[in-house]
């Protein structure tokens, strides 16, 4: 039985005793949602099964594939817009889940507890790359931001979810922590792109409240070859917490994007315009002062970085 679907019906059923609650209540009785499940599966399942799974029990294998796929219908069949194969984990925090599947640790990558880092890293981050290609693909450095999100996790959680937005791709992934280092590994799940690609970040620092920068290197696997400069490549990593200098909270336009369900559309133009942008090093160092500064005390190749920041690229035959 598969960790990860036993805790998505489980969110599943928390979902719908809220989302098709009839009126004055406040919830969906565990009866009436069995009632509603019924009419989807060929199994049966009553009120009590619900209680239980909903404390924290879990069905037989035999039986959680059916279940699993009677709640996607139910939902479907009620145009509730949600596949639980990729549950918003905006959403999902909205509902306390059963203590066994609060550690978010069901995929093996798995590190050590997050502790302290849960309030650090929780929030809207800008995450800059440097890549070794321009957009057109030919061999040319550039600077790339993108927005990302990480959602908020119990101190005793051993890993954090992490949505990206880049100029042409959605993004999902997990980061997880190695005193001192951070990992973080993503890929790409915008449903218009055909070209599948995953991401890995590695962290070699953690953010303070004074200094909210991180920065590191990255790998991408990119399976299409259109590029001029082929696949895979390094490149040079850093971020900065996205801070909005008015109200010292964080830049609505991001935060509020990635907490709604489902995310406007209009939100994820308007981010893609305004910040998922590229910069020459010059450029760069002229808008984001503070960053720039700080990827200047860094080395590498036991050289600090002068003026262009290096590139790192490695390829195959």
Not at 5 to 17: D, N
Not at 18 to 34: D, M, N, Q, Y
Not at 209 to 229: C, D, E, M, N, Y
Not at 241 to 266: C, H, M, Q, R
Request: charged content about 25%.
């Amino acid at each position: 039985m598969s960790f990860e679907k036993a805790k998505t019906i489980t969110f599943a059923l928390m979902y719908l005793t809220e989302a098709l609650k009839k009126k004055g209540k406040k919830k969906l009785s565990a009866k009436e949602l069995a009632v509603e499940i019924n009419k989807y599966w060929s199994g049966d399942i009553d009120g009590g099964k619900i209680s239980a799974i909903l404390r924290g029990w879990h069905l037989p294998p035999e039986e959680i594939e059916g279940l699993y796929e009677a709640l996607q219908k139910l939902i479907e069949g009620r145009k509730l817009r949600l596949d639980l194969s990729d549950i918003p984990p905006s959403l999902a925090l909205r509902h306390e889940l059963p203590t066994v599947f609060q550690s978010n640790d069901p995929h093996g990558l798995q590190g050590e507890l997050i502790g302290g880092l849960s309030s650090k890293m929780a929030g809207p981050w800008i995450f800059y790359y440097v890549s070794p290609i321009d957009r057109t693909g030919k061999a040319a450095s550039e600077i790339r931001s993108t927005a990302a999100y990480i959602y908020p996790a119990t101190p005793n959680a051993r890993s954090m979810d992490i949505r990206m937005i880049s100029k042409h791709g959605l993004w999902k992934g997990t980061l997880f922590a190695t005193e001192p280092h951070l990992y973080v590994v993503m890929h790409d799940i915008a449903k218009n792109d055909p070209k599948k690609t995953e991401t890995t970040f590695f962290v070699v620092n953690s953010p303070t409240a004074k200094r909210p920068f991180i920065a590191g290197i990255g790998t991408a696997l990119i399976r299409s070859k259109h590029h001029a400069v082929q696949p895979v490549f390094g490149f040079l990593f850093f971020g900065e917490k996205d801070i909005s200098k008015s109200d010292k909270g964080a830049d609505p336009l991001v935060k509020n994007f990635f907490e709604s369900y489902p995310p406007p559309e209009t939100d994820l133009e308007k981010i893609r315009s305004e910040i998922c942008v590229s910069y020459s090093w010059v450029e760069f160092g002229q808008k984001r002062q503070d960053l720039a500064a700080y990827i200047k005390t860094l080395e590498v190749n036991g050289a600090s970085l002068d003026n262009a920041p290096p590139v790192l690229h490695v390829r195959w035959p």
